[in-house]
């Protein structure tokens, strides 16, 4: 059982990513699914989750840059992140909440 994520990188302020995080051992379809961050100073963060239903919340910050999304044929949720910004630099993890299982997690690093 585990999720791999992948995707960061470094960019541009207003720059964007794409997040990937392929699930393993889990009934994928079954599960909501969600994306943490961590930045420099502050606790992890709920940043989107998307339900079995595929409706999509997002926190405040995010302020409809970013895009969460789910393949289940694919075993995989997105995480499209738009319009970039030098406070979104963390590392990024995916959630089953469910599950409690937590992905690696893929570092984001937007320079100004």
């Known amino acids: 059982v585990q999720l791999q994520a992948s995707g960061g990188g470094s960019v541009q302020s207003g720059g964007s990513l794409r997040l990937s995080c392929v699930a393993s051992?889990?009934?994928?379809?079954?599960?909501?699914l969600a994306w943490y961050r961590q930045t420099p100073g502050k606790q992890r963060e709920l940043t989107a989750h998307?339900?079995?239903?595929?409706?999509?919340t997002y926190a405040d910050f995010v302020r409809g840059r970013f895009t969460i999304s789910r393949v289940n044929a694919e075993n995989t949720v997105y995480l499209e992140m738009n319009r970039l910004e030098p406070e979104d630099t963390g590392v990024y993890y995916c959630?089953?909440?469910?599950?409690?299982?937590w992905g690696r997690g893929t570092q984001v690093t937007v320079s100004s």
């Open positions: 998307i339900s079995i239903g595929f409706r999509a």
């Open positions: 959630f089953v909440p469910a599950r409690r299982l």
């Open positions: 051992g889990i009934n994928f379809s079954r599960n909501t």
